[in-house]
């Protein structure tokens, strides 16, 4: 142990770094059919989202209903390819609230990540122009009742938790195993995220795929998904509820 020759008291080591798990989270064909399987629903979306935009539906809930559906059914794929591997839930979310001030500095770390999204759409619909594609297929998707506001919100929280969990913590954390490196893994979970948006048009694609590199990295710096999820949770919450009062008292 060293000592220091004006301060005869030994210096304390600081303690070693917690090394990042680079293992893989499931098995690699298992990653394979889940971006496939991902594109082609995609594919499916971008051909029907004109439709649903036209069909006047008296009411979204059936379509929210099956959005929920199909966020668990992705989660439960991903689940069963995680628990192969040995991983749980735990290990891939990361971080822990062993006192109120560790929540605390997660929701504090969730609001101060909100303004850097919101700065990085208003760059990017400068930069892009306006994304028409993208305005249509969110307004087909707008609540209009206060029943599908609360269904809104449900959706919403059920795709902030599956979401982050999905792309930053699977796919991310497989992409960190098979690459080595966690600028490559944020780089390519992102690219498969914005491709899964690709029925809100290219700049939609784009921007998303800026989106998704942003909480990836965040995800890489906490080590864990809880303030991105919180975020991604609450961002679609407000946004889905001030579209649609705009919608119902200022059509855009």
Not at 24 to 46: D, E, M, S, Y
Not at 60 to 66: A, E, G, K, L, S
Not at 191 to 214: D, E, P, S
């Amino acid at each position: 142990m060293e000592t220091n020759p004006i301060n005869p008291e030994p210096a304390v080591a600081a303690p070693p770094a917690i090394p990042q798990d680079h293992s893989r989270v499931a098995p690699v064909w298992h990653t394979l059919v889940f971006i496939v399987i991902t594109l082609a629903l995609t594919g499916l979306q971008a051909y029907q989202q004109p439709q649903l935009a036209t069909l006047n539906l008296p009411t979204r809930t059936p379509v929210y209903v099956f959005m929920i559906f199909f966020e668990f059914v992705l989660l439960a794929y991903v689940w069963l390819g995680i628990r192969k591997a040995g991983k749980t839930f735990r290990d891939i979310i990361g971080g822990k609230w062993n006192k109120p001030v560790d929540f605390l500095l997660d929701v504090a770390i969730a609001l101060g990540f909100w303004f850097v999204v919101a700065g990085m759409l208003v760059f990017m619909n400068f930069a892009l122009g306006k994304n028409e594609a993208g305005l249509e297929a969110v307004k087909a998707l707008l609540p209009r009742t206060a029943v599908e506001m609360v269904i809104w919100v449900c959706l919403s929280v059920t795709a902030g938790f599956c979401e982050e969990f999905v792309f930053r913590g699977y796919l991310q954390r497989q992409f960190l195993a098979l690459t080595g490196k966690p600028e490559a893994a944020v780089v390519l979970q992102a690219i498969v995220f914005g491709a899964a948006h690709a029925y809100q048009g290219w700049k939609g694609a784009v921007t998303i795929t800026v989106y998704g590199g942003l909480f990836g990295g965040l995800a890489a710096w906490r080590k864990s998904l809880r303030p991105g999820m919180m975020q991604h949770a609450a961002q679609d919450t407000f946004s889905g509820l001030v579209g649609s009062f705009l919608l119902r008292h200022h059509p855009f």
